[in-house]
């Protein structure tokens, strides 16, 4: 690599990483499988703690923040 091209490759603005932000609900079981496919394909950037429904007891809500690419 000559000299000019690592001075352009250095200038180079790096590739933006953007996301997006959901709340998601359902059974703990419906999470975990949402959160493990995500997750294995590298998308899963933060999951918030699960927080139980005032209506619903056996359901929950989860905020994600998934990265698009």
């Known amino acids: 690599m000559s ?3 690592r001075i352009h490759a250095r200038r180079a603005p ?3 990483t953007r996301y997006v932000n959901r709340f998601v609900v ?8 949402l959160l493990k ?6 998308i899963l950037a933060f999951a918030s703690a ?3 429904l ?11 923040r998934l990265r698009t690419n």
Not at 26 to 33: F, I, N, S, V, W
Not at 54 to 64: A, E, G, H, Q, V
Request: charged share 25%; no cysteine.
């Open 54 to 64: 005032p209506d619903d007891p056996t359901r929950f809500r989860r905020y994600l």
């Open 26 to 33: 359902g059974t703990p079981a419906e999470l975990a499988t």
């Open 3 to 5: 000299l000019l091209q």
């Open 14 to 16: 790096r590739p933006t």
């Open 50 to 52: 699960p927080v139980p």
């Open 37 to 42: 496919l995500a997750a294995d394909h590298g």
